[in-house]
């Protein structure tokens, strides 16, 4: 499956994560992206009042186990190599709109940061975005519409293409607790809800090493997670936040052989570092 899998990301873009977590999981992201909404107020009030960034420092006893997902992280390294950096963390919630709003019809089609307009083939990404949608995409909750292969093929919208459906788009009707992980080439929008409720997801947004973060790590919860992966020798958790110890021997290791190889050597000398093995 992890070759199909990967073949299946670099020809279309992205790959689909199903049944990633499960009711309980979702249901306390669900209810603190409601206690972060209900305390924005005053001089608490964000410009955007349902979304949320720097989510590992608000929350990591919830977020950690998103950010530091195995099964992702897995797929995630044969695709960028054991270079995976978290550079920001969002739980957000996306009010309904009136279904005779006609905004409601709108598409806001982009390609993800540090993206460029593709040449016509594969380049391996600089950042990947994992999104996970906790609850059902119906027709009024609205799909994730994607343009399969657009990463590759150098599709470009004028600025009132951006704002319609494309006559390429694949409309993904995930269910609660699929995770996407999208190529940041690859062009994809949102729909607008008007299921009359709240469309609640996250959106953990990964990027190579070696760039900036959005994120802060600086904050006294994220001080905690790296003590804790230093303490345990833990080279895949040090470097999600932000603490790549490999970076100058790995990113000029001379280029001699396949990456995929010596990807896959490092990721298990990794692994095989950690003096402490999870419960």
């Known amino acids: 499956m992890t070759n199909e899998r990967l073949a299946q990301y670099r020809r279309d873009g992205y790959t689909v994560f199903k049944g990633a977590y499960d009711a309980t999981t979702m249901q306390a992201w669900c209810r603190e992206q409601d206690r972060l909404e209900s305390v924005s ?6 410009k955007t ?7 590992l420092e608000r929350a990591p006893h919830l977020m950690w186990q998103a950010v530091a997902n195995p099964q992702v992280l897995d797929f995630a390294e044969q ?18 709109k009136a279904k005779d709003d006609p905004t409601a019809q709108q598409c806001g ?8 307009m593709p040449s016509g083939q594969y380049d391996r990404p600089l950042s990947m975005n994992a999104i996970c949608y906790l609850q059902d995409l ?12 657009s990463h590759i093929t ?3 919208m004028d600025e009132k293409q951006r704002g319609e459906p494309h006559p390429d788009e694949e409309l993904l009707y995930l269910e609660a607790g699929d995770l996407v ?12 809800n008007t299921s009359g409720k709240k469309r609640y997801f996250f ?12 994120d802060t790590f600086d904050g006294p919860n994220c001080r905690q997670l790296i003590a804790w992966a230093r303490s345990r020798n833990d080279h895949r958790a040090l470097r999600l936040l932000g603490q790549d110890d490999h970076l100058q021997a790995r990113g000029n290791s001379g280029f001699q052989e396949p990456d995929e190889g010596r990807w896959a050597e490092w990721s298990a000398a990794d692994r095989d570092a950690i003096t402490e093995l999870d419960a």
């Open 41 to 46: 107020t005053g001089p608490y009030a964000q």
């Open 49 to 55: 009042s349902f979304w949320f960034g720097n989510m």
């Open 79 to 96: 695709v960028v190599g054991p270079f995976i950096q978290l550079d920001n963390l969002t739980l957000a919630a996306f009010p309904a």
């Open 109 to 116: 089609w982009h390609r993800d940061r540090w993206a460029h």
């Open 138 to 149: 119906t027709v009024e909750s609205g799909p994730l519409r994607v343009i399969t292969g």
């Open 154 to 156: 150098p599709v470009t």
């Open 181 to 192: 992980l999208t190529h940041n080439g690859l062009l994809h929008s949102g729909t607008p």
């Open 203 to 214: 959106s953990v947004y990964y990027n190579i090493s070696w760039l900036k973060c959005t």
